[in-house]
């Protein structure tokens, strides 16, 4: 019988493991999880890949005390998917920007009218919690002030899961707080990009996860691509930490050719919001040194 060592496919195992990102150890996988205990049953030491180190060191040690000022910025669909990160940040942001569909469950949250747009209406007690939070800690939180909309049209056509596709037309800019009843926020404005950019320019550290808009729609891609930028150029011309957190977020910057102009992007994708949430990572704990 061939020693653990020499086995081909245990090596193929343990030299994925090493090269794997952050992503994949919030689940107990034979990879992530599997194959480090049983090196630690036979005594030998469980360490991090040096893609895995970067993660853990930039999402961990370099977010622990950060140099200030210290934003976050975050976008993406729903409010259910950041609000546990939010709630860990507001412990240590100086300001708070949000972009994105979940702009409009928290403009709910406060009442305003947010037409047709992508909401979280069960979620709107979540948003309410947070908004209170982060006036308690007074810790400025920034909601897009205008937004790039479209009235959505449906073409009569079902997606795979039997729903209506709707087609965005009309797009136009709403200097606005408030989405008229016919049309859905897309993107954010200019007068929201100018602020957040120059809130940005002046931060040391940055943490960015979630698109500020449907990017994929050259329509309404203006409002990530500009935070993009002005994360690089906060970074190249002014020294700050930017810290890209995964998906939607890491091709934006790519899509800009910006990707050797930030600090840090994460691969981890939904572990690297769960590692920041405070939450036990099964492919972390296993580790002999964290």
């Not at 140099?67 to 976008?75: H, S």
């Not at 908004?131 to 937004?147: M, Q």
């Not at 056509?157 to 408030?178: A, C, D, M, W």
Request: glycine share 12%; aromatic share 6%.
């Amino acid at each position: 019988m061939r020693a653990v060592g020499q086995n081909p496919s245990f090596r193929r195992q343990l030299q994925s493991r090493l090269e794997r990102p952050l992503n994949g150890c919030d689940r107990s996988f034979g990879k992530t999880e599997g194959v480090p205990r049983i090196i630690a049953r036979r005594g030998g030491p469980c360490a991090a890949g040096l893609l895995m180190e970067r993660e853990l060191k930039f999402l961990g040690e370099e977010l622990e005390k950060p140099p200030r000022p210290f934003v976050v910025i975050l976008g993406g669909a729903k409010v259910s998917d950041k609000i546990n990160v939010i709630d860990r940040l507001l412990e240590k942001a100086d300001a708070i920007l949000i972009g994105g569909a979940m702009t409009y469950t928290f403009r709910l949250a406060l009442g305003l009218p947010v037409g047709k747009s992508l909401v979280e209406p069960d979620k709107v007690d979540m948003a309410k919690a947070a908004l209170e939070k982060a006036k308690a800690r007074k810790v400025p939180f920034y909601l897009a002030s205008d937004n790039m909309v479209g009235t959505p049209v449906n073409t009569g056509k079902l997606n795979k899961k039997g729903k209506p596709i709707f087609e965005i037309q009309n797009p136009r800019h709403n200097n606005s707080t408030s989405i008229p009843d016919n049309e859905e926020g897309m993107d954010i404005g200019p007068n929201t990009v100018k602020t957040y950019s120059e809130i940005i320019l002046k931060s040391k550290t940055i943490f960015w996860n979630g698109p500020m808009g449907v990017f994929e729609d050259p329509r309404f891609a203006e409002g990530t691509f500009a935070i993009a930028r002005a994360v690089a150029a906060a970074t190249q011309e002014h020294g700050a930490k930017s810290i890209i957190g995964g998906g939607d977020s890491v091709k934006a910057v790519n899509q800009c050719g910006l990707a050797d102009k930030v600090t840090f992007m994460s691969t981890g994708g939904g572990a690297s919001l769960e590692f920041l949430e405070g939450k036990v990572l099964p492919g972390v704990a296993v580790l002999t040194d964290k």
